[in-house]
């Protein structure tokens, strides 16, 4: 039997910490910690929503400031030329039934801010006409500007806040289409609205880093979106699913404000975005437009013509060598270049020879690229079913051949490059290759440009001095005080 004396027994009982230093010394040199490790980096909804949470309309110079007012100008002038679609009135209609504290944009009357952000959002989109960023892919990112103006409404926020969540969302939406290609694994590219939406919708809000995270997580979780959306024979929906992620995100940020908590880590987490969604991929938000680095919005691009951004180089090519041939009838085949984006949306599938739908001819490259050849132009009329089933055109789209050149898939900088090529029955070949279409971010457009499409957009809905008083009120949209009233300005005539 072992007798234990008191200090025996402090020394079996107390640890290492007892232990004479010698013998301390010796048990860490049989037992060395573990080095330490690099700061572990915060998960990346944080890191957005403290971008979000410290960006101030102090860091948007005025050359920011005026684009913000360019795409604003040109998104609302996209919706008021959608006013009268069948799938934008439905839009509208459904959220008039729900009384509120945001416009309702051609109306007098408010809804709720999430129906709101859809119902514009429905009308600024349909068209295809708004602007466009070219990063891994293409996106809108003028579909967070509904939003934008439901929220700022909402929460009567004043103009500079209000320019400030437009440069926020353009930002995130902009950055990860650079970071992450959801695309090439079939999701729609909406769902980079979604976090960028709830951040700016949460801004206006004034919530605070923990809630702006919890709103990304909520507004991802459950509203991925398919790109089914995008082939095959397409639906209203092409038009709509942007609208429905900025209406889910507000509907996150309302969430997160009232103390909802939202999945976490949504990207990183073991089931999260990048496992589930986009893959891995490094975004770096200490990059992301502030004081002293240009914002994303200057890399934007507005649409000459309401179609698929990636035919629009196409429809400028294909008019040049119209010009050049003269009578079309001496055309034997037509051979279209594009890119490996390009070719997968608008030229890879039957459909797009035989469009059945607006929304399907729109995304057409032998189509557009037909019509504008016989018509000069491609304009919302272009999409009329008589003219997308018209047997002549049909006839002569069989004669062209789209294909992918890697060449063109290589050149970036925004650029969406097209080659259209007719060979003549005496085999002689005319050729056009297009980059950058007009209003691209290298061929912007001027004030000018800019007024004279939103006029084009609004048609006869207003009259002359009308127009000109809402253009003058648009591009003060940044020293407005009355935003609601602004907003009452573009009612429609009764």
């Not at 998960?43 to 957005?48: M, T, V």
């Not at 799938?87 to 709720?112: F, K, N, Q």
């Not at 859809?118 to 293409?138: E, I, S, W």
């Not at 507005?302 to 008019?319: D, E, H």
Request: proline residues 6%.
């Amino acid at each position: 039997m072992i007798k234990l004396t008191r200090r025996r027994l402090l020394h079996l009982t107390a640890g290492p910490a007892a232990l004479p230093i010698v013998s301390r010394i010796a048990m860490a040199q049989d037992n060395p910690s573990p080095p330490l490790s690099a700061p572990r980096e915060r998960p990346l909804a944080e890191r957005l929503a403290a971008y979000a949470h410290a960006l101030r309309h102090d860091d948007l110079d005025a050359a920011t400031v005026d684009r913000i007012k360019v795409h604003v100008i040109d998104t609302i002038g996209c919706g008021i030329g959608a006013f009268d679609e069948k799938a934008v009135r439905i839009c509208r209609e459904i959220a008039l039934a729900v009384p509120g504290t945001a416009t309702v944009i051609g109306t007098s009357r408010r809804t709720t801010p999430d129906l709101a952000s859809f119902a514009n959002g429905a009308a600024f989109r349909y068209l295809d006409f708004n602007d466009t960023y070219v990063g891994r892919f293409a996106v809108h990112p003028s579909d967070t500007i509904a939003a934008c103006l439901a929220v700022a409404e909402a929460e009567r926020a004043n103009a500079q806040d209000l320019m400030t969540a437009i440069a926020l969302a353009y930002e995130v939406n902009s950055r990860l289409v650079d970071s992450l290609d959801i695309a090439a694994r079939g999701w729609d590219p909406p769902v980079f609205s979604l976090p960028a939406v709830a951040l700016a919708a949460g801004k206006l809000m004034k919530l605070d880093p923990e809630r702006l995270t919890h709103a990304v997580g909520l507004a991802i979780n459950d509203h991925i979106p398919m790109a089914q959306t995008r082939i095959q024979t397409l639906s209203d929906w092409k038009g709509l699913a942007a609208a429905e992620a900025a209406r889910n995100a507000v509907f996150a940020a309302l969430l997160a404000r009232g103390g909802v908590t939202g999945p976490t880590p949504i990207f990183e987490g073991r089931s999260g975005f990048f496992k589930q969604v986009s893959g891995p991929g490094n975004v770096d938000v200490e990059t992301f437009g502030r004081r002293g680095v240009a914002f994303r919005i200057h890399q934007c691009s507005l649409k000459a013509y309401p179609a698929v951004i990636y035919t629009q180089t196409a429809i400028v090519a294909g008019i040049e060598v119209a010009k050049d041939v003269g009578s079309l009838d001496r055309i034997a085949s037509i051979e279209i270049a594009t890119t490996g984006r390009g070719f997968e949306r608008t030229g890879s599938e039957p459909e797009k020879w035989s469009p059945q739908t607006r929304e399907t001819a729109d995304h057409s490259l032998p189509y557009i690229t037909a019509r504008a050849m016989v018509d000069g132009d491609i304009t919302n009329e272009s999409f009329a079913p008589q003219m997308y089933r018209d047997p002549r055109i049909l006839a002569f789209m069989q004669k062209i051949k789209v294909s992918e050149d890697p060449v063109l898939t290589a050149r970036s900088a925004g650029a969406v490059p097209t080659r259209v090529t007719a060979i003549l029955l005496d085999g002689q070949r005319i050729s056009r290759e297009i980059d950058y279409a007009p209003g691209f971010a290298a061929r912007p457009m001027n004030r000018d440009d800019v007024d004279r499409k939103f006029r084009g957009n609004v048609g006869r809905r207003w009259d002359k001095d009308r127009t000109d008083r809402i253009l003058q009120t648009l591009w003060a949209l940044d020293r407005t005080d009355d935003l609601p009233s602004l907003l009452g300005e573009l009612a429609m005539p009764t």
